[in-house]
């Protein structure tokens, strides 16, 4: 039975049965020994994403230690709220902060990983839980921003200067976008970050 471990760029948990290209984790366990999401949905405000095979080391999903969460890919983990981890993705981390401090106006030489995370937890979610949005001129973000459109709650990726629909098997549909303005979904910091060329890995279903 599939278990509720994907996250969605709105940063939800939910069910799929699709592996992910990504996994991660946000600091802890948060599961309990059935294998079902207690109430929170993070323990610290560090929300990593790492690499599904590193140094030959092997977890049973959902056991002992952090709860291992999945992501279609790059661009939806940054809309969720999660940065590459420092370990097993060193080098793309490096990559992210470079393009951090470029797109923020941050000091390299001071900038710590602690720093980011501060600022993202604060960008991601509100003390009820709910994810951080904002309004914007679609025109005015950069590829690889997810947004959502009129009053739906779909997560819909800016790529190539279109729409492409997500969903936890990949996306599925294509539009030209007509609205004036969009719902950001993507945290503001990570905008930038994407705006300053982080090369964030897309699903190929959205080519």
């Known amino acids: 039975m599939p278990l509720q471990n994907r996250v969605s760029p709105t ?3 939910v069910v799929s049965d699709s592996r992910g290209a990504l996994m991660g984790n946000r600091g802890g366990r948060l599961h309990d020994d059935a294998k079902h999401l207690a109430d929170r949905r993070w323990v610290t405000k560090s929300w990593i994403t790492c690499k599904l095979h590193f140094k030959n080391r092997h977890r049973d999903v959902m056991s002992e230690g952090y709860t291992e969460l999945f992501f279609l890919d790059e661009v939806t983990a940054l809309a969720a709220g ?3 981890c ?3 993705r060193r080098e793309d981390w490096l990559r992210f902060k470079e393009a951090w401090c ?3 106006g941050a000091d390299p030489q001071t900038t710590l990983v602690r720093h980011v995370d501060q600022r993202l937890h604060a960008e991601r979610v509100r003390r009820d839980r709910s994810k951080v949005t904002y309004r914007s001129r679609l025109e005015e973000l950069p590829g690889g921003v997810f947004v959502a459109v009129g009053k739906s709650r779909n997560p819909w990726l800016l790529r190539e200067g279109r ?3 997500w969903s936890p098997g990949g996306y599925v549909q294509t539009a030209d976008c007509v609205a004036p303005d969009v719902t950001v979904l993507t945290p503001p910091s990570i905008v930038a970050v994407l705006r300053a060329g982080y090369p964030a890995n897309v699903d190929p279903s959205a080519a």
């Open 11 to 13: 940063g939800d948990i």
């Open 82 to 84: 999660h940065r590459p």
């Open 86 to 88: 420092a370990e097993c």
């Open 102 to 104: 470029r797109g923020v």
């Open 163 to 165: 729409l492409v629909r």
